[in-house]
């Protein structure tokens, strides 16, 4: 038969002892160590500015021109991206209608000479479920398969396809 063996109240004191002596080591390490890692940092960081204060870098003129020879202020004023495409993205929308219990594709295209980015469909009327929603063959429409799940009342709404010049 095995005995319990229980610590001794001396080795109880020792481990107390191990562990506070330890803990009070690693809090004098990290104590003198972050004082250093904060010195290393701001000598590191000043090499990279040449020995200037952040008062001086911010004195010193940037120059004069930048990518593809344009001024900052030519820059600034060129369109950015949301105003440059705006002109290139048309919504279309077309209507569908299903009486009860049928199934059709409802196709919308895009105009001439433009392509189809993605699309979808709306069912304000009715209980209408879609089973695919892709782009068309050409690549300038998108169509939408719809179910009119209800065998009562009609169902209806839009399709819709978002094109780009």
């Known amino acids: 038969m095995l005995s319990k063996i229980r610590p001794s109240p001396a080795l109880i004191v020792a481990l107390i002892a191990l562990f506070v002596a330890l803990g009070g080591t690693a809090g004098a390490v990290v104590t003198q160590a972050v004082p250093l890692a904060k010195r290393a940092l701001i000598a590191d960081n ?41 002109g290139l993205v048309s919504t279309k929308s077309a209507p569908w209608s299903l009486n009860p219990s049928q199934v059709s594709t409802f196709t919308v295209a895009c105009d001439a000479g433009q392509k189809a980015t993605g699309g979808g469909v709306d069912n304000p009327v009715g209980i209408a479920l879609g089973f695919e929603s892709k782009p068309g063959v050409d690549g300038a429409s998108w169509s939408v398969e719809e179910a009119n799940l209800s065998s009562s009342a009609p169902a209806s709404g839009n399709v819709y396809v978002v094109c780009v010049r």
């Open 46 to 86: 000043a090499k990279k500015l040449g020995g200037k204060t952040a008062a001086q870098v911010a004195a010193t003129p940037g120059p004069a021109t930048t990518l593809g020879g344009k001024t900052a202020d030519q820059i600034a004023a060129t369109p950015g991206p949301a105003s440059s495409i705006a």
